[in-house]
């Protein structure tokens, strides 16, 4: 391709949302054998909600809420936004001044009335968070999170869980003082575009395969609903990076559409990084193209931009 064709190219991507960063990134994605997908925020909505909640404890549905929403105040992630407003919804029926002030949990946290004292709060990437509340730890996250913590799961919680998770839902499990105290469900739907996206990369030979921090069974749930068999789950933030390796060690191209910080290494390490241009800034500064629309209808545009514009010179 001559350099007014790259130049055009990248002008009518830009025209459909797709900035694409340099005329090289441009002619690798003609190549692409595999598209992997960041689960989280990329097939699914990032939005999550809470659906329902157990408490094992002798605690009221408030008490917990408030706690497990006090633990997750200072997190950024997804999960802990829902569960914020999840409690917040709550709150505002039981006691509607209280909830007014959790409107602000973001600015002031620690000293909103509503929310508890929290010290040596910390969060762990691809598990949860950890804090200490009444001089009590708590833990709220992953099973990893509290097997390594020593908290037994009693069996009617992992029942519980196992039935989130199969209905391609996250369980979120809380402990206070090394004891399971209660169990959250939360949903994030497919963007509605993620079933035919994955049909049409397929048509154009190309493999789609998921990889996400998330546990095994619900990650199984989401890939079957999307249509992708080809799965990696549990994996760490910095094992999506291997997991793009894994895949370049015969040679193939391979691209990774993602939206978070835990993304970046692995946007970084494919041969194509693909940003959600509602991710984060560090997944934008990692990748090659950011997709202005947020649509992952852009992954085939962008492809399909590539293969015409270097066609003619192959
Ligand atoms: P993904 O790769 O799907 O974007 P992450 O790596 O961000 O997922 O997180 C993996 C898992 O770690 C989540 O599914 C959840 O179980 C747990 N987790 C991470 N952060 C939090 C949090 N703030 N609150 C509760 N659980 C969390
Ligand atoms: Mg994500």
Redesign the pocket.
């Known amino acids: 391709a001559t350099p007014t064709a790259v130049m055009v190219a990248t002008g009518v991507g830009a025209n459909n949302g797709v900035l694409i960063k340099g005329g090289d990134a441009l002619e690798r994605a003609q190549m692409v054998k595999y598209v992997v997908f960041?689960?989280?925020?990329t097939l699914t909505q990032g939005k999550a909600t809470v659906t329902t909640t157990k408490v094992f404890a002798e605690m009221d549905r408030g008490e917990f809420l408030t706690l497990v929403a006090s633990a997750?105040a200072c997190?950024e992630?997804p999960?802990?936004k829902a569960i914020l407003e999840y409690a917040r919804h709550f709150h505002f029926f039981e006691e509607p001044s209280a909830a007014m002030e959790a409107q602000d949990h973001r600015k002031d946290a620690k000293f909103s009335g509503w929310l508890l004292d929290v010290s040596e709060f910390s969060?762990l990437?691809?598990?949860?968070?950890q804090c200490f509340i009444n001089g009590k730890k708590v833990l709220?996250?992953?099973r990893n999170l509290l097997m390594e913590n020593g908290v037994t799961i009693p069996s009617d919680a992992e029942t519980f869980v196992v039935e989130l998770e199969e209905s391609a839902k996250?369980g979120?499990l809380v402990a206070y003082d090394a004891v399971l105290i209660g169990v959250l469900g939360v949903a994030d739907p497919l963007k509605r575009e993620a079933v035919v996206v994955v049909e049409g990369l397929r048509k154009m030979g190309i493999k789609p395969v998921m990889v996400?921090?998330?546990?095994w069974r619900t990650a199984q749930a989401v890939a079957k609903e999307v249509g992708i068999q080809d799965i990696r789950a549990e994996v760490m933030?910095a094992g999506k990076a291997d997991v793009i390796r894994s895949f370049q060690k015969d040679g193939s191209t391979v691209a990774m559409v993602g939206d978070?910080i835990?993304d970046s290494p692995a946007l970084a390490a494919a041969d194509v990084g693909m940003a959600i241009g509602a991710g984060t800034d560090i997944a934008i500064e990692a990748a090659d193209y950011v997709l202005m629309r947020n649509s992952l209808e852009d992954v085939i545009t962008a492809i399909d931009l590539s293969r015409k514009t270097f066609s003619r010179i192959r």
């Open positions: 960041d689960k989280t925020g997750e997190s992630h999960l802990a969060a990437p691809g598990r949860g968070v709220v996250g992953n996250t979120i996400t921090g998330d546990n933030p978070g835990n």
